[in-house]
């Protein structure tokens, strides 16, 4: 490598390193999403003048930090007798990049000890701190290894509140589990078909997994967009246990849907591809646009509500409904690993009671002798099985409408003893993992 294109190379590696510290910043201090931040990025920050691969470099950098932010937390205090300065600035988040960069990503030592001390070329007013960033770093790379063993990965990557009702409710060794899942270091994606009796074509043509459920699954891929099939809207994305609650309606082709809090639209496309009418409410305007821009691509129609829930009247009732309830997404962690370090326990309060209250409006919407499912992304009981005793008795002419194995057997593994379903994110661990959901099958039983 010439001179010149080593400096160029150590100049990109400084700017994605940039970038990566200002996504961890704004995910960990302003409660960002992380494809929010790397969005904003690209468009104004330091990510804007890099290529795509030193953009995918910098967000790596961040998913490693997050997925792994207990442990980096935990060695960064080990080898830190003093603990983290007051006033330091930038120093903390500049060490758990070098130590994900380390034991995370296999960066050779000298470039990570390099790159994190010129990070105080920028933050001049930090550059006291130099040699204590180049004495942490060289004793993680030498001692950092041996250290890690000693961690449990799980109870220290999960707040203490979601580790002990993870344990609770699945156990300490499926928690574990899930959590090995929530730090692969390459998430699969999974596609839907626009057709899906085009599944053998199109697995030949991109090399794909056929998935239990019916969609194909690319252990790794490039950006999306580039991904043959993207442009004439062959397919779109939408995680494998995503698309479960829209099988479990049943046959509607050619029946009126009405699609809940509908963003960001993967449901909305798989019931319109059967066959379905569908209406789709959401509250925001915004998520809204990204379910036409999607459906266009696809060749696909929806009649599209931005409205709130509480506030949109109908002039008839539903057969068939679909309410995917906002929730914690803790079942969506494995590809948003922000959400371990955002949610906390009164946001599972707040969910729950926010999802009761739409269970039982939209009972009111549905037509005698209708089906209607609902749904969360949520790993936590609160958020799905506990809701629904109480619904009943709130409902009486509801009741369960209950999954069976002879139904859809290639989902016997999903579906519970009450007929519910629940996935989890250490099934399929063989080929990746999956989205946890929970979803329901309700019919109303009165008479028309």
């Known amino acids: 490598m010439t001179e010149n294109k080593a400096q160029s190379s150590k100049k990109s590696g400084m700017a994605a390193r940039e970038g990566a510290l200002r996504l961890i910043h704004t995910v960990l201090s302003e409660k960002a999403l992380l494809d929010d931040a790397y969005a904003h990025e690209i468009k104004d920050g330091p990510l804007r003048k890099l290529n795509g691969n030193d953009r995918a470099f910098a967000k ?42 380390l034991l995370f990503l296999n960066t050779p030592p000298h470039a990570v000890v390099d790159c994190a001390v010129s990070h105080f070329r920028t933050w001049r007013k930090y550059a006291g701190f130099k040699g204590l960033t180049n004495a942490v770093l060289r004793r993680i790379a030498s001692e950092g290894e041996k250290e890690l063993l000693t961690i449990d990965p799980a109870k220290a990557n999960l707040p203490d509140w979601m580790y002990h009702a993870l344990c609770s409710t699945y156990g300490a060794e ?11 270091p390459q998430i699969p994606l999974d596609l839907s078909l626009k057709d899906p009796h085009d599944i053998d074509q199109w697995a030949e043509k991109l090399g794909a997994e056929k998935t239990p459920a019916g969609s194909l699954r690319l252990a790794t891929h490039d950006r999306v967009d580039l991904i043959e099939g993207f442009q004439e809207g062959a397919w779109w994305v939408q995680d494998a246990a995503a698309t479960l609650p829209v099988r479990m309606l049943g046959d509607v082709k050619d029946q009126r849907v009405l699609d809940l ?10 019931l319109v591809a059967q066959g379905a009418r569908v209406t789709a409410l959401d509250i925001s305007k915004k998520r809204l646009q990204r379910i036409e821009e999607n459906l266009s691509r696809v060749g696909l129609q929806a009649e599209l509500i931005a409205k709130d829930l509480f506030k949109q009247t109908f002039d008839e009732k539903w057969p068939f409904i679909l309410l995917d309830a906002p929730c914690s997404a803790t079942g969506t962690i494995r590809r948003h690993p922000e959400l371990i370090h955002q949610r906390t326990e009164d946001d599972i309060a707040h969910f729950s009671r926010l999802q009761a209250k739409m269970l039982n409006h939209v009972a009111t919407l549905l037509a005698p002798g209708g089906k209607m499912v609902f749904c969360t992304c949520s790993l936590q009981p609160q958020e799905g099985p506990e809701l629904i005793g109480d619904f009943l008795m709130q409902n009486p002419d509801f009741a369960i409408d209950p999954l069976s194995a002879e139904e859809m057997p290639e989902l016997a593994l999903f579906i519970q003893e009450d007929g519910s379903l629940r996935t989890r994110p250490d099934q399929w661990s063989d080929i990746g993992g999956m989205d946890g959901f929970f979803a329901i099958r309700l019919s109303n039983e009165a008479n028309p």
């Open 261 to 270: 809090c509908a963003a960001p639209g993967g449901k909305t496309m798989q």
């Open 60 to 101: 790596r950098i961040a998913i490693t930090v997050l997925q792994h932010l207990g442990e980096i937390d935990q060695l960064l205090a080990r080898f830190m007798e003093r603990g983290m300065p007051k006033k330091s600035g930038p120093l903390r988040n500049i060490l758990r990049i070098g130590t994900a960069e």
């Open 174 to 184: 499926t928690t574990a589990a899930m959590m090995h899942q929530f730090m692969r």
